[in-house]
Every structure is written in C-alpha cells, then in structure tokens.
C-alpha cells in the first residue's frame, strides 16, 4: 500500500544516465543503474525512485500508443506522517531539474503539473486510508506504536536539521539524534548524553547517559554501565551551563565537565528497565490510530 508518482521529462534526451547522475549528487540516496534509493539515518525516512523505460506489455499488445513516463516514485503507507514531508521538496526538486510532467493515480494533479499542496494532500489522504484499512483488522493493532503528532514533529525537524547543526558547532560538541525507545513498554523520546560531555540538544523525556570514565566506583575501580536520567530532573544541571541561544537549542558552555556536572553523573542511580530502540517508522500518529482503532 503506497503512494505513487509517474514522471516523464519534457526533454527527451534525458536518459537513465543522467537520472542517475542527479540522484548521485544528493545527500541520502543509494543509486544503482535502476533506482535511486533515499534513506535517511537520522530521520528514518525513506522512499525510492524507479526508473522503468519499458511500456508494460499487456498495453503494448493491445497496440495503441503508450504514453511512457521512465520515472516511479513510491512512498509506503501507514507511516509516520513526517514521511510526506521529507520527500515533498525531494520529488519537487527532481521534477524542476528535468521539467518533468506527471502521471498521478492519485488524481489530485490531473494536468501534468507538479504541485506541492497537491502532492502532500494526496499522501495525506492516502496515508490515513492506509491507517484506516490496516487498523480495522484487531490482529493488525496488536504491536501498534504511537506518539502525539506534535512530538513526532519535533523530534523529525530536530533530527532533519541534526547535521547542519553538528556541522555548525564542529568537534565542540556533540548533536545528539532524537530517538525512541520503549521503557518497560512505554514510548519514550531519548538523546544520548554520554560522561556528561558537552552537547546540543532539545527537550526530550530522558537522556540515555552513558557512564564509562564517571562510572560508579566499585572499590578502586570504575565499572561501567548506562542509565536512565529524566528531562526535568537534569534541567537545574543543564541551565546552569547552558549557552545563550534564540533558536531554542539548548548548548552546553564548557569543555569539559565542570565538577558539579561530573557530581550529578556520578550520582545518578543504576536502570534496570528494559530498554527497546524503536525505528521512527513504526513510531505512528497517535491521532490517526486512535481515530481508527475501534
């Protein structure tokens, strides 16, 4: 079940090759010689691009002439609905890089135009059918994962924009991903802190801290492990040393960690919950599952 795109260039001497070349040249894509493959790492978005130069046979048979459109995009259903929002400007890009037309089952652009509004109405609309259609089977609502719209934006945007920001601060500090993980079975958002270290984050639900050079002491030795610590229990700690920023990012101004920061990792209590990492693409619209789950 997935939303799907047909492109044709208006320039005819537009080949393969070229395609290829395009998709090569932007950050992402994994490109063979008949398909370019998005992946984002950080944002966990995906889709790809197909390039099918062959009319489908059974309409070649039928021997009316076939209108060819070489290029498929395909972007699954019943995902998060960041997904529409990440390939939008992808598919804008590539269609104004080679004057593309397009073929949309969906019938939202029914003269050949791109068009951006249409583009994420009609993966809106199709992506809310994937969640009605899959959630009215109970057997289907079984290992559903879901989280409020709103906190699904946030972490996407911060997690979309997390290289532009590490590249800004450079080896100074660190840019954690927003990720998600299940503790003891309830959804959580979480940001690596590890030994206190200087880092540039956003608000999350707790930080996954890793202690190796501030680990507990046992005897003389340091024996490491990792714990939980939440958001509102380490924020005096971190506004105590946070830098001054309009953007809402909240950065660290030290080096190293000053002795009241290496106190509070020192301090904070061994976990022993279950953790699970969750891949953002089984992370749902909270709204969208309850709205469809009876």
Known sequence: MSYDLFFKPRK???SAQDFAKYFSARQHYEVT???????????GVYFVFDLQNEPDEDEEA??????TYPVALNLNYFRPTFFGLEAEPEVAAFVQAFEMTVSDPQDKMRNGKYDSK??????????????????????????????????LLKAWEWNRNREQLQNEFGESLFVPMVMFILVDGNLMTVAVWPDGIPI???????????????????GRKRIEDQTLVAWKDALTILKRHQSRRSDGVLALGYD??????????ESLP??????????PDRVLNQELV???SP
């Open 33 to 43: 010689e008949t398909q370019a493959l998005y992946q984002n790492e950080d944002t």
């Open 12 to 14: 005819s001497d537009d």
């Open 270 to 279: 061994p976990d022993a919950r279950k953790l699970e990492r969750v891949a």
């Open 256 to 265: 190293t960690p000053p002795a009241d920061v290496q106190e509070f990792v």
């Open 118 to 151: 249409k583009f994420l109405a009609g993966w809106n609309h199709g992506n809310e059918f994937g969640y009605s259609a899959i959630l009215r089977d109970p057997d289907s609502r079984s290992d559903i994962i879901s989280c409020p719209g709103a906190k």
């Open 200 to 218: 540039a984050t956003t608000p999350v639900d707790c930080f996954f801290v890793q202690r190796k050079e501030l680990a507990p002491r046992r």
């Open 62 to 67: 039928d021997g009316a002439e076939v209108e």
């Open 290 to 292: 309850e709205k469809y």
